[in-house]
Every structure is written in structure tokens, then in C-alpha cells.
């Protein structure tokens, strides 16, 4: 479903009617939802391989002496 301003101004309604500790928890609950459900980005980016590739290169990043021949 998309936001509308309808939607959006509802939601402002509500909110105003209930009281600072219920807001403290809808504002949990939205921050909760924004971590489940990300924005869709144009990336194509797996984020799994690229924390792969991080674990596996970090021996070279943290010691710069180190020879990239000899891993």
C-alpha cells in the first residue's frame, strides 16, 4: 500500500490522541518495521557476499605489512 497524504494525515490524527508512552511504542514498532522492510534501492548489491568478502580481506586491511602472495 502506498502512503498517502489521506494516510498520512490519519496517522497524524491518531497519534495526537494518544499519550507520550503509546507514542514512545508506535515509534518502536515504525523503527521495527523500517529494518524489516527497507526501501527498495536501484542496488544490486548482495549484502551477504560483500560481509563475506570483508571477513576474508580484513586479514590484509588490519596489517599493512601483510603480503597479499602468502594468504
Avoid: C, H
Avoid at 502512503?3 to 490522541?17: D, F, V
Avoid at 523503527?31 to 548482495?46: F, H, N, R
Amino acid at each position: 500500500m502506498i502512503a498517502t497524504q489521506y494516510n498520512k494525515a490519519e496517522l497524524a490524527k491518531i497519534l495526537e490522541q494518544l499519550p507520550d508512552e503509546i507514542i514512545a511504542e508506535v515509534i518502536d514498532f515504525g523503527k521495527y518495521l523500517a529494518s524489516k522492510y527497507p526501501p527498495k534501492s536501484g542496488s544490486q548489491i548482495d549484502e551477504g557476499a560483500l560481509l563475506l568478502q570483508q571477513n576474508a580481506l580484513s586479514r590484509i586491511w588490519d596489517d599493512p605489512e601483510e603480503d597479499v602472495y602468502e594468504l
